[in-house]
Nanobody, 127 residues
Framework: QVQLVESGGGLVQAGGSLRLSCAAS????????MGWFRQAPGKERDVVAA????????YYVDSVKGRFTVSRDNAKNTVYLQMNSLKPEDTAVYYC????????????????????WGQGTQVTVSS
């Protein structure tokens, strides 16, 4: 079992930055591929970024490329999402997720493929 807790959300003006953290407990996440998803009101939960077990492979949805950076510190059992140049359309609840995998260089973009989820953290970007 893995427990995931997100933090770092909040209210920020457009153009600002936030860094989300996802702290894992219960089992090391070093063997898990990780993902960040977001869900805006009335919309589906969609992938924002994904990261392989070894941190060497990453994926970003087109709308955040060049603005968001996903990273992990396996020694701290923590995954991060650095969000820069935030836009009002980035407003959503952000979730981190973990998927146990033996493929150290694979990331996963489908929500159905993840085994564990955090409770989410609200990000609100004002115009």
């Amino acid at each position: 079992q893995v427990q995931l807790v997100e933090s770092g959300g909040g209210l920020v003006q457009a153009g600002g930055s936030l860094r989300l953290s996802c702290a894992a407990s219960g089992r090391t996440v070093s063997v898990y591929a990780m993902g960040w998803f977001r869900q805006a009101p009335g919309k589906e939960r969609d992938v924002v970024a994904a990261l392989s077990w070894d941190g060497g492979s990453t994926y970003y949805v087109d709308s955040v490329k060049g603005r968001f950076t996903v990273s992990r510190d396996n020694a701290k059992n923590t995954v991060y999402l650095q969000m820069n140049s935030l836009k009002p359309e980035d407003t959503a609840v952000y979730y981190c997720a973990a998927r146990l995998t033996t493929q150290r260089d694979s990331y996963y973009t489908g929500s159905q493929g993840y085994d564990y989820w955090g409770q989410g953290t609200q990000v609100t970007v004002s115009s």
